[in-house]
């Protein structure tokens, strides 16, 4: 996968977007918590939400 789009990706998971919340591959899903979820307050992952529903992009 594209390292870009996998960024992307896991922003969304940040945000909490449904979509991207499933756990299929639970251990790719720990590790991604373990390093990313201290950028769950960054203000990027606070405002994903909001520009996508608004198309902004």
Not at 17 to 43: A, G, L, R, W
Request: net charge negative; with cysteine; hydrophobic share 35%.
């Amino acid at each position: 996968m594209d390292e870009r789009v996998e960024l992307v990706c896991i922003a969304a998971r940040l945000a909490e977007f449904e979509e991207y919340t499933n756990e299929y591959d639970k251990s790719y899903v720990q590790d991604i918590h373990q390093y990313f979820d201290k950028f769950k307050n960054h203000p990027l992952i606070k405002v994903y939400p909001q520009r996508i529903s608004n198309h902004a992009y």
